[in-house]
């Protein structure tokens, strides 16, 4: 097998014709625009049209990305946002139907203030006598407050890379 060297033109290239030159080898007007692609160098009109087009280009990729809709990223991050809050408005939730609100003591009375150590202390015994019931709704709370806390965690973290994401995907346009 003999090493050999082809060469069949451009497509649609025809033998002795080219493309940008005359046959004296001075530049056409195309070629000229081609090997001069200066600005200073370019006509108005053919400037304007060039800058017209451009626009109109950009003007097509903007509303081309709005008709679209939101991407599967913008998606995801949108519903890991939405999940999110929901699961803070659950920790809230669960705070605020444990919260003992401690009352002003400069404001009572000494007589309200026995009353109130003595609901106390019935309310302790009662727990004490009655704490399997009691302990049973304190276990389930504490499970329903791990789950929130470990779905917070991981929906943190799940917001965090989508907005990297959708971050590093602004930059590359």
Same mark, same amino acid.
């Given at each position: 097998?003999?090493?050999?060297?082809?060469?069949?033109?451009?497509?649609?290239?025809?033998?002795?014709?080219?493309?940008?030159?005359?046959?004296?080898?001075?530049?056409?007007?195309?070629?000229?625009?081609?090997?001069?692609?200066?600005?200073?160098? *370019?006509? %108005?009109?053919? +400037?304007?049209?060039?800058?017209? #087009?451009? &626009? @109109? =280009?950009? /003007? $097509?990729?903007?509303l081309s990305k709005?008709?679209?809709?939101?991407?599967?990223?913008?998606?995801?991050?949108?519903?890991?946002?939405?999940?999110?809050?929901?699961?803070?408005?659950a920790k809230n939730?669960?705070?605020?139907?444990?919260?003992?609100?401690?009352?002003?003591?400069?404001? *009572?009375? %000494?007589?309200? +203030?026995?009353?109130?150590?003595? #609901?106390? &202390? @019935? =309310?302790? /015994? $009662?727990?004490?006598?009655?704490?399997?019931?009691?302990?049973?709704?304190?276990?389930?709370?504490?499970?329903?407050?791990?789950?929130?806390?470990?779905?917070?965690?991981?929906?943190?973290?799940?917001?965090?890379?989508?907005?990297?994401?959708?971050?590093?995907?602004?930059?590359?346009?």
């Amino acid at each position: 097998m003999e090493d050999s060297l082809s060469h069949h033109g451009i497509k649609g290239q025809r033998w002795g014709v080219r493309r940008f030159q005359n046959k004296d080898g001075t530049l056409t007007s195309e070629g000229k625009r081609r090997a001069g692609q200066n600005v200073k160098d *370019m006509p %108005d009109d053919e +400037l304007s049209s060039q800058v017209k #087009r451009l &626009n @109109l =280009e950009k /003007q $097509y990729k903007k509303l081309s990305k709005e008709d679209a809709g939101p991407t599967k990223l913008e998606s995801a991050k949108r519903a890991v946002d939405s999940a999110s809050g929901m699961l803070n408005q659950a920790k809230n939730m669960s705070r605020s139907t444990t919260k003992k609100v401690r009352p002003d003591l400069s404001k *009572m009375s %000494d007589k309200d +203030l026995r009353d109130l150590i003595t #609901r106390e &202390n @019935l =309310e302790r /015994q $009662y727990t004490d006598l009655f704490g399997k019931e009691a302990a049973s709704v304190s276990r389930g709370k504490k499970i329903v407050d791990g789950i929130l806390e470990y779905g917070g965690g991981v929906l943190a973290v799940g917001s965090s890379a989508l907005g990297i994401a959708m971050a590093i995907k602004e930059l590359r346009k």
